[in-house]
């Protein structure tokens, strides 16, 4: 994979020219700044920023004021290659709390080990209205141990809105969900994303989360999806090299409530 060539069109597509992640949002683009802005339920940040060391500051401030006067918490995410190189400490003198970071990784869809499937007893079913929608949050709050309403809210928004951007799944063991996952599928590009994946406790280290990639995998395949992106934590990240993903930079969360 041409790493250089791959990141220059991510950045080109899926941030600089992004679009809205689900019907109640909307993309702004000001100035050298691109941002979504949604309800509260909704993702609302900053996903791609051209600046220098003379503009930064002045972004941020910009950034800050808005959200603010909408009320709303939002994200700047940052990539490891983002310029000025300090842009992370001038978010942090500004007042963001910084998450864990996360590996950017692309694999080619077609050349990724898709054989996977999941272990005996459990088998993966697509999810296609809110009562499968509420398995995924139930999952995503027992293997996070987050409040799942705004992941219910956002995936039921958009396959009742527009079912053909996102394909979502979980995995049962009998009646019980015990992992689930998502791809958001981006019209006009080459590229489709892996969001979500988790599994319960009691349930990891099996081949389920494996086998959810790989199910995602042959869905971007068949739809005609070159590149799977995914941001992924460390305890994923061996598993997706393992089917063939590549790391291509890092990005970091940065958090601002008002």
Do not use: C
């Amino acid at each position: 994979m041409d790493h250089a060539g791959v990141l220059a069109l991510f950045d080109r597509d899926l941030r600089e020219g992004a679009r809205p992640d689900g019907p109640d949002t909307r993309v702004e683009r000001v100035g050298r700044v691109v941002r979504q802005v949604s309800s509260a339920h909704g993702w609302n940040g900053v996903v791609w920023s051209g600046l220098d060391e003379a503009s930064a500051d002045a972004a941020i401030t910009e950034q800050i004021a808005h959200f603010s006067g909408l009320g709303l918490t939002f994200e700047w995410k940052l990539y490891g290659h983002d310029l000025p190189v300090d842009l992370g400490r001038r978010l942090r003198d500004a007042g963001f709390a910084p998450e864990p970071e996360e590996t950017l990784m692309i694999g080619e869809a077609a050349d990724l080990n898709l054989d996977a499937e999941p272990p005996d007893g459990v088998r993966v079913v697509p999810v296609t209205d809110r009562a499968g929608v509420d398995l995924v949050a139930e999952v995503h709050e027992r293997a996070f141990g987050a409040d799942g309403s705004r992941l219910r809210h956002h995936l039921l928004a958009q396959l009742t809105a527009d079912a053909d951007t996102v394909v979502a799944v979980v995995a049962l063991a009998g009646d019980t969900p015990v992992s689930a996952a998502r791809m958001e599928l981006v019209p006009g590009t080459r590229f489709a994303g892996l969001w979500g994946g988790g599994t319960v406790e009691g349930w990891r280290g099996r081949g389920i989360y494996r086998a959810l990639v790989a199910h995602r995998a042959r869905a971007a395949v068949a739809r005609g999806y070159r590149y799977l992106q995914v941001d992924a934590m460390s305890t994923s990240r061996p598993i997706l090299e393992r089917l063939g993903f590549e790391p291509l930079t890092t990005t970091t969360p940065y958090v601002y409530t008002p």
